[in-house]
């Protein structure tokens, strides 16, 4: 797909210490409180279903699948589920950590994006092979938030509640300022949730969202047919219909995933029992995750 480089330290992303976790617990010490709507969206167990659609989404820009998935070898899936363990500590701790915790953790992640770059070693939708990338780029930097950001609330729209415009709209701030850790300027994000649902449409519709090979064989053996136990199959089946479901039609069709009327009937079916009477009867300590329980008071 293309030509990587990294200059400074080999291999320094992977073998450099992992950031400091949020002590399994919400820090009182955040860039974020507890009523912070990035803080209770995330909380959900529910949510966590989010990623495999963040995932395809993000590959499916062939620049950000370059910057983000060919820096890492992708054939080999112990170092890709390293990776992404990686990228969940960082934000985990980016969410729910210590304040000094989070702007530690975002210089480091900013200092290895700025040492990978590459270019394209074939087509790929409208950028012809020998196109330049960086993994610091604004625009690849965007999408591969956007992506987070848009999969984790159709997922709690659909089996959690649907968010309020107005928590909507402050779920998006609070990721703008993670936006800011990561590397990106005010300037370089939509500045309100009606401008962020704009691009998200507009990046769809246009031809910078394809689905290239590699990143169609990627996807298919990382996120929706990895090995797994023959026990885990049914859940990971599951799993896949509800991402098949809730992806933009394009992006699905971009994967090979068919459109079913009857699979996405029976996700619309599941979601409304999700929403409606499994949620609502949940504890806290069964409905949210370890990290969007308080810290207990020593």
Same mark, same amino acid.
């Given at each position: 797909?293309?030509?990587?480089?990294?200059?400074?330290?080999?291999?320094?992303?992977?073998?450099?210490?992992?950031?400091?976790?949020?002590?399994?617990?919400?820090?009182?010490?955040?860039?974020?409180?507890?009523?912070?709507?990035?803080?209770?969206?995330?909380?959900?167990?529910?949510?966590?279903?989010?990623?495999?659609?963040?995932?395809?989404?993000?590959?499916?820009?062939?620049?950000?699948?370059?910057?983000?998935?060919?820096?890492?070898?992708?054939?080999?899936?112990?170092?890709?589920?390293?990776?992404?363990?990686?990228?969940?500590?960082?934000?985990?701790?980016?969410?729910?950590?210590?304040?000094?915790?989070?702007?530690?953790?975002?210089?480091?992640?900013?200092?290895?994006?700025?040492?990978?770059?590459?270019?394209?070693?074939?087509?790929?939708?409208?950028?012809?092979?020998?196109?330049?990338?960086?993994?610091?780029?604004?625009?690849?930097?965007?999408?591969?938030?956007?992506?987070?950001?848009?999969?984790?609330?159709?997922?709690?729209?659909?089996?959690?509640?649907?968010?309020?415009?107005?928590?909507?709209?402050?779920?998006?701030?609070?990721?703008?300022?993670?936006?800011?850790?990561?590397?990106?300027?005010?300037?370089?994000?939509?500045?309100?949730?009606?401008?962020?649902?704009?691009?998200?449409?507009?990046?769809?519709?246009?031809?910078?969202?394809?689905?290239?090979?590699?990143?169609?064989?990627?996807?298919?053996?990382?996120?929706?047919? &990895?090995?797994?136990?023959?026990?885990?199959?049914?859940?990971?089946?599951?799993?896949?219909?509800?991402?098949?479901?809730?992806?933009?039609?394009?992006?699905?069709?971009?994967?090979?995933?068919?459109?079913?009327?009857?699979?996405?009937?029976?996700?619309?079916?599941?979601?409304?029992?999700?929403?409606?009477?499994?949620?609502?009867?949940?504890?806290?300590?069964?409905?949210?995750? &370890?990290?969007?329980?308080?810290?207990?008071?020593?």
């Amino acid at each position: 797909m293309s030509t990587t480089t990294r200059t400074g330290p080999a291999a320094e992303d992977r073998d450099a210490p992992r950031p400091t976790m949020a002590a399994r617990h919400a820090s009182p010490d955040g860039l974020f409180d507890d009523h912070a709507m990035i803080r209770r969206v995330h909380r959900e167990r529910l949510v966590m279903l989010h990623g495999p659609r963040t995932l395809l989404l993000q590959a499916s820009h062939p620049l950000a699948f370059a910057g983000f998935w060919s820096s890492t070898e992708v054939r080999d899936l112990s170092l890709v589920h390293a990776r992404l363990q990686r990228t969940a500590e960082a934000m985990a701790t980016a969410v729910f950590g210590r304040a000094e915790d989070a702007e530690r953790m975002g210089e480091r992640v900013r200092g290895i994006h700025a040492r990978i770059s590459g270019t394209l070693a074939s087509d790929a939708g409208p950028w012809p092979a020998g196109t330049a990338w960086r993994a610091d780029d604004p625009e690849l930097l965007l999408w591969i938030l956007a992506a987070l950001v848009d999969s984790a609330m159709v997922v709690h729209d659909r089996l959690v509640r649907p968010l309020r415009p107005e928590e909507r709209a402050a779920f998006w701030r609070d990721y703008r300022r993670v936006g800011e850790l990561f590397g990106l300027r005010p300037g370089d994000m939509p500045g309100s949730i009606a401008a962020f649902d704009d691009y998200v449409a507009e990046m769809i519709a246009s031809d910078r969202i394809v689905v290239v090979p590699d990143a169609r064989d990627a996807g298919r053996r990382i996120v929706l047919r &990895p090995p797994l136990p023959l026990k885990l199959r049914p859940a990971l089946e599951l799993v896949n219909g509800l991402t098949a479901s809730l992806l933009p039609p394009k992006v699905r069709r971009g994967f090979g995933m068919r459109t079913l009327p009857g699979r996405d009937l029976a996700v619309a079916v599941a979601g409304a029992w999700s929403r409606n009477l499994l949620r609502p009867v949940l504890p806290p300590a069964l409905a949210w995750t &370890p990290h969007g329980s308080p810290a207990p008071v020593r």
